[in-house]
């Protein structure tokens, strides 16, 4: 904890300041709250916030506050540094602020007290490794100085702060940026965030007589083992609760819907008492996705227990284990203050049909939830920031955000290439500090997401500057590349989907995806004039068009996902023939027939290697976790009848085969699945078909698909110098919306036989069986046949 007192005369009309932390900070001006950061990436590449702290500042005295905290240990969005012989092994802070000409720096003049509140007691090592990335407060209000961020709080007692040199040859004694081990600070490049705070719709409370079980070195262990035993609490909190001797009282608060931010609550509580957090998307009996162990552990100060959780949640549900009271307790509060990327502009979709305008609404839910400093993958389980889960969030946010900087910065994050040239499969955290296995075609999905910046933005400087590590990928599956022009036995995680197929061997869907690639950095190079460049790509994307052949069955009029030692196998995924498509292999006089084979609801069944089947007992998913990781992958479909339909994450490419293919029209409704998601109040998407977490954003497609498809507002040109309109309604009676571009927002309405269009830039309008119109930016309207 660190303080600055200081004294004005009169407060400047802006006081700028900047800051950063290692690992994180919060940053308070005269006992208010008002940034908390950095944002997540690489300790080589440090960010530093910008605010103006002239609102908060007063004539006379006043006091800047600044906690950091320092985690030792990765977590799923800090990554620890590799420092030299002082600097970058333990907390620190940098901080400046322009107070009008007289400079206020962090230096030898701030305060500083060790935040012994704070406790390394609630981190269960023995958790899951997917799950125990997440951070687990624990803190004892005992030990925290009630009051420390006002300016009258006595800190006589406090050390002076110290500043911190880097130690190592060349060092020469620096303790101001740039220094190793964090380089030069970088600015944030994102806007702050926000949201609204949000309560409790219900709760319920219950007191018993047993001790609970503390075996469990996890808070939110704890509650499920008290739950366990005595099931969920089913009486009405309306008053004070009494904990027996040696008993415990359980509450459970419903927010009605998944939220994500800071929880705040303020208690009455003897000292002592102690307060185990669990925070969950569903009841804590139900099945947790991968044991999901969201929590944090208070002990009450006996006075002013109010208090924030340092690092973000993801929930629906918390409940609180209270145990150790000598007297009554009372929750006063409890809120979470969402945290979220802000949106901005009129972006809009409205139909005929009000379920469909539903799933735009819980596709833009559960972007906004998932996007923090990051587009992350969940707010519960992880909240990592996954460099193939993003590329939906990030297309969500170009079709319904008109603040496109979350979208670059996915990119920017992205972008820190292992030695070999592949992206680790998470950024920013635990994953890529570990530095271990990745899954390969993440990194494919990270360049689609710049081919759609290249698209939407036309950024010359920005996609330069990103094809080296482009060109990396797309090299680093060259040693696989078969004579016949198929990849083969590529090495890693290579999982695609969630959705059972067939990635070793000889694989299509590999394949496709890397010619994909391919297809996608020729057009960039070509662009920007390097024609070496994309030469390279289209000679590599000819070879695997001509390999390709390979896994096409004509008999059945689709592609087989794989096939062994140049036999194709009879498996099929629905991603097969979709990526055939996307990617420019498949021929278009086939697309038709593909489409029909990968679309026929009579065929597809849902199945993974990971998760069990429908109807399928839970302990099938231990079997099958197995199978993923020793091999000897064993269907229990019909591989000659029927083919497995893609999980919500690569329905995207489902869905961009059935548009190149000319049968956008059919989204409407093959769209209509995504409602098995919005039941018992929840208005996002979940992970998979029936499994999973309740809100994942790589399933947010429906929201990009019902603006860029059935309204049909896409780049015709890059950094949309004009825009394409092919309004797809398929059984739609109408459409209206808005789409963000660079140069404004274009709107589309199309009702009872006329197209209206409003637009900052030319368009061309794209419309079945019609020749395309080219029209000027303004409004055009016009009656169709």
């Known amino acids: 904890m660190f303080r600055r007192r200081f004294t004005l005369d009169a407060v400047p009309r802006r006081v700028p300041a900047r800051i950063t932390a290692d690992s994180r900070y919060m940053l308070f001006v005269n006992g208010r709250r008002i940034g908390y950061g950095p944002v997540r990436g690489h300790f080589r590449r440090l960010s530093y916030d910008m605010y103006d702290l002239a609102p908060y500042l007063q004539e006379g005295e006043n006091v800047i506050a600044v906690l950091v905290r320092y985690y030792g240990r990765a977590t799923s969005d800090w990554m620890p540094a590799v420092g030299n012989a002082r600097l970058g092994k333990n907390g620190v802070m940098v901080f400046e602020a322009d107070l009008g000409g007289q400079w206020l720096v962090s230096d030898a003049g701030w305060t500083s007290c060790l935040g012994a509140a704070w406790r390394d007691d609630a981190h269960d090592p023995g958790l899951p490794e997917v799950v125990a990335g997440v951070p687990v407060e624990s803190f004892d209000a005992r030990l925290a100085p009630y009051g420390w961020t006002e300016a009258g709080f006595d800190d006589a007692a406090w050390l002076a702060a110290q500043p911190i040199v880097a130690v190592h040859f060349g060092a020469r004694g620096r303790s101001q940026p740039p220094t190793d081990p964090y380089g030069p600070l970088l600015p944030r490049g994102i806007a702050h965030l926000s949201g609204d705070c949000r309560r409790p719709l219900s709760a319920r409370a219950a007191v018993r007589d047993a001790a609970p079980d503390l075996a469990p070195i996890g808070p939110a262990a704890r509650v499920e083992a008290a739950i366990a035993v005595g099931g969920e609490p089913d009486g009405a909190l309306d008053g004070p609760m009494i904990v027996p001797p040696g008993g415990h009282g359980l509450i459970r608060l419903d927010m009605g819907r998944i939220v994500a931010g800071f929880v705040d609550f303020d208690l009455t509580a003897p000292a002592g008492t102690m307060f185990e957090f669990h925070y969950t998307e569903v009841p804590a009996g139900s099945p947790g996705p991968f044991g999901a162990h969201g929590g944090s552990r208070y002990v009450a100060r006996g006075s002013n227990d109010v208090h924030r959780v340092f690092d973000k949640k993801g929930f629906r549900f918390a409940y609180l284990l209270v145990h150790g009271a000598q007297g009554p307790v009372v929750l006063n509060d409890f809120s979470v203050a969402e945290h979220l990327?802000?949106?901005?502009?009129?972006?809009?979709?409205?139909?005929?049909?009000?379920?469909?305008?539903?799933?735009?609404?819980?596709?833009?839910?559960?972007?906004?939830?998932?996007?923090?400093?990051?587009?992350?993958d969940c707010p519960s389980r992880e909240q990592r920031a996954w460099a193939g889960d993003a590329v939906v969030h990030q297309m969500v946010h170009l079709a319904t955000n008109a603040d496109w900087r979350l979208a670059r910065r996915y990119i920017e994050l992205s972008d820190s290439p292992r030695p070999d040239g592949i992206l680790p499969m998470s950024l920013g955290g635990d994953v890529e500090a570990g530095e271990g296995f990745t899954i390969p075609d993440w990194s494919l999905h990270w360049l689609h997401g710049l081919w759609n910046i290249y698209r939407h933005m036309g950024d010359r400087?920005?996609?330069?500057?990103?094809?080296?590590?482009?060109?990396?990928?797309?090299?680093?599956?060259?040693?696989?590349?078969?004579?016949?022009?198929?990849?083969?036995?590529?090495?890693?995680?290579?999982?695609?989907?969630?959705?059972?197929?067939?990635?070793?061997?000889?694989?299509?869907?590999?394949?496709?995806?890397?010619?994909?690639?391919?297809?996608?950095?020729?057009?960039?190079?070509?662009?920007?004039?390097?024609?070496?460049?994309?030469?390279?790509?289209?000679?590599?994307?000819?070879?695997?068009?001509?390999?390709?052949?390979?896994?096409w069955d004509e008999g059945r009029g689709l592609y087989v996902d794989h096939a062994r030692d140049g036999a194709p196998q009879r498996p099929v995924n629905q991603l097969a023939g979709a990526l055939a498509i996307v990617s420019g292999l498949a021929p278009d006089h086939r697309w038709d027939r593909v489409v029909a084979a990968i679309t026929d609801e009579s065929r597809l069944v849902v199945r993974s290697w990971m998760f069990p089947a429908p109807g399928a007992p839970p302990e099938k998913a231990g079997a099958s976790f197995r199978q993923m990781i020793l091999g000897g992958l064993t269907p229990d479909w019909d591989v000659e009848h029927q083919i497995v339909r893609a999980e919500p994450f690569m329905s995207y490419v489902v869905h961009d085969a059935l548009a190149r293919a000319g049968q956008a029209q059919r989204l409407p409704?093959?769209?209509?699945?995504?409602?098995?998601?919005l039941t018992d109040g929840y208005d996002t998407f979940g992970e998979n078909w029936g499994t999973g977490t309740r809100v994942h954003g790589w399933s947010s497609i429906p929201?990009?698909?019902?603006?860029?498809?059935?309204?049909?507002?896409?780049?015709?040109?890059?950094?949309?110098?004009?825009?394409?309109?092919?309004?797809?309604?398929?059984?739609?009676?109408?459409?209206?919306?808005?789409?963000?571009?660079?140069?404004?927002?274009?709107?589309?309405?199309?009702?009872?036989?006329?197209?209206?269009?409003?637009?900052?830039?030319?368009?061309?309008?794209?419309?079945?069986?019609?020749?395309?119109?080219?029209?000027?930016?303004?409004?055009?309207?016009?009656?169709?046949?």
């Open 341 to 376: 990327y802000p949106t901005s502009g009129d972006a809009r979709f409205v139909s005929s049909d009000p379920e469909l305008d539903r799933l735009y609404a819980a596709g833009r839910r559960t972007v906004a939830l998932n996007a923090w400093d990051a587009f992350i």
């Open 461 to 551: 400087d920005f996609v330069k500057a990103h094809m080296p590590s482009a060109e990396r990928v797309l090299r680093w599956y060259l040693p696989y590349l078969t004579r016949s022009g198929v990849l083969q036995d590529v090495v890693e995680w290579n999982l695609v989907d969630w959705s059972a197929l067939y990635s070793e061997a000889q694989s299509a869907i590999v394949t496709a995806l890397w010619a994909r690639g391919l297809k996608e950095f020729g057009e960039m190079a070509q662009w920007l004039g390097e024609q070496a460049s994309a030469a390279w790509a289209g000679d590599l994307h000819e070879r695997c068009r001509a390999g390709f052949e390979l896994f």
């Open 669 to 677: 409704d093959l769209l209509m699945r995504w409602h098995e998601f």
């Open 703 to 785: 929201a990009r698909d019902l603006a860029t498809y059935v309204l049909g507002i896409t780049p015709e040109e890059p950094g949309y110098a004009s825009a394409r309109i092919a309004p797809r309604l398929g059984r739609l009676d109408w459409v209206e919306g808005t789409v963000p571009c660079p140069q404004g927002s274009i709107r589309v309405a199309f009702r009872d036989g006329i197209l209206s269009i409003d637009s900052p830039v030319p368009v061309l309008v794209d419309l079945p069986g019609q020749a395309g119109r080219r029209f000027g930016p303004g409004h055009t309207e016009f009656v169709l046949s």
